[in-house]
């Protein structure tokens, strides 16, 4: 079984910023590599999915990278509705990472 | 567009039942596979349950395998989870969600099931 570790687990940065998240794999996976978003009070929203391609109407400022255990997601210039919680995913077992949490510093 | 509607959560004891439905709408529903995903208060995301679309193919995480029973019904566009034995550690905010081949594109907006005595 797979498991995902997401870091840092906050991230305080200020609008205008670039964000880098990480996402470690317990083991070598696959392209199946997906990022979420989460407000408060809201359902996730697919950001990301198969490492680097965005889902319908995400902005071009996300990005995601990486290969075998090691997976980035980038938001480039962070926009005051970028600050939320992001959780990684695989295909295996479905699995989500703990989440990075990005505030406002 | 793309709806998923939650319903069926609420406050319920230990060792009780619980089923939950989602509603969809927008997409021909049994073209896709779906899933249940929770919640837990402060906590991250948790997925529990898959079904797949056809003759359909059903996964279960360790957590909730024995106790939970997931199924659909392709002519009420629905899909449900029928929570047996529940325990207060299954508290929590449950997502339904559409697969699209792996991954989650569509998301309801959730509800919430307590589990206290």
């Known amino acids: 079984e797979i498991v995902l570790t997401q870091s840092p687990a906050t991230l305080s940065l200020s609008p205008g910023e670039r964000a880098t998240l990480s996402c470690r794999a317990s083991?070598?996976?696959?392209?199946?590599f997906a990022w979420y978003q989460q407000k408060p009070g809201q359902a996730p929203r697919l950001l990301i999915y198969?490492?680097?391609n965005r889902a319908t109407g995400i902005p071009a400022r996300f990005s995601g990278s990486g290969s075998e255990t090691d997976f980035t997601l980038t938001i480039n210039s962070l926009e005051p509705e970028d600050f939320a919680v992001y959780y990684c995913?695989?295909?295996?077992?479905?699995?989500f990472g703990g989440g990075t949490k990005v505030e406002i510093k | 567009q793309v709806q998923l509607v939650e319903s069926g959560g609420g406050l319920v004891k230990p060792g009780g039942s619980l089923r939950l439905s989602c509603t969809a709408s927008?997409?021909?529903?049994?073209?896709?596979?779906m899933a249940w995903i929770r919640q837990a208060p402060g906590k991250g995301l948790e997925w529990i349950s898959y079904?797949?679309?056809?003759?359909?193919?059903?996964y279960y995480a360790d957590s909730v395998k024995g106790r939970f029973t997931i199924s659909r019904d392709n002519a009420k566009k629905s899909l449900y989870l029928q929570m047996n034995s529940l325990r207060t550690e299954d508290t929590a905010v449950y997502y339904c969600?559409?697969?699209?081949?792996?991954?989650?594109?569509?998301w309801g907006q959730g509800t919430p099931v307590t589990v206290s005595p």
């Open positions: 969600a559409r697969s699209l081949r792996w991954r989650f594109d569509y």
């Open positions: 927008g997409f021909t529903f049994r073209d896709y596979s």
């Open positions: 079904i797949t679309s056809g003759d359909p193919t059903i």
């Open positions: 083991q070598s996976v696959d392209g199946y």
């Open positions: 198969d490492v680097s």
């Open positions: 995913q695989h295909l295996s077992n479905w699995a």
